[in-house]
């Protein structure tokens, strides 16, 4: 079956995960650092408050924090860490699918027009897109999709000796006691 979204969902746009593990916190939506400031400026035309957090840095020799940043990300607006704030949760607006509507759906982040690809070679999906969850694999229907994801990849494509991933310090506040705040090398 091809890929299309399951009517009225916006999971993606809503829950967000720990990523690699609980210690680096939730993540928030991938943003390249061409997109920062067009999501800032986006946020402030739409009287929205954003956070966007450092994700992945890069440094040629050791050093104390990275020397450069290769990818941002837009946290969620609740203190978990869940819900873009990009999200209109709030009007009747909703999208061609039924789901919440996207306030910046045409300047969207190319994270959200990748997913729910994840991979390249060979393709695949991420496994907790509501698609994927009711009806496997699509056989089509995201060469869109993928063509994101690859210019994603050529951006943050480094041969830098050090890689770093910050920790957001955000989650669920059960798990706060094992989240850090920070750099870390990996
Ligand atoms: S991409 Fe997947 S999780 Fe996101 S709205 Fe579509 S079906 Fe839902
Ligand atoms: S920017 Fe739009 S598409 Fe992307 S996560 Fe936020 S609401 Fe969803």
Redesign the pocket.
Known sequence: MDFS??EE?????IEREYYPTIKFGKIGVLVMPDEKKQMESLAEKNGISVTVLPRIGVSEAESEEPQTILAYQMMGRESNGNTCPFLDTESSKRSP?G?YACKIYENRPLACRA??VIQSTPISLDPK????ENCGTPSGNVDSELESLIQIQKKMDTKARYIWRYATGIGESKDKDLIKTGWFLV
């Open positions: 979204c399951v969902c916006a999971k993606c746009c699918h789901g997913y729910p897109c509501k698609f994927c």
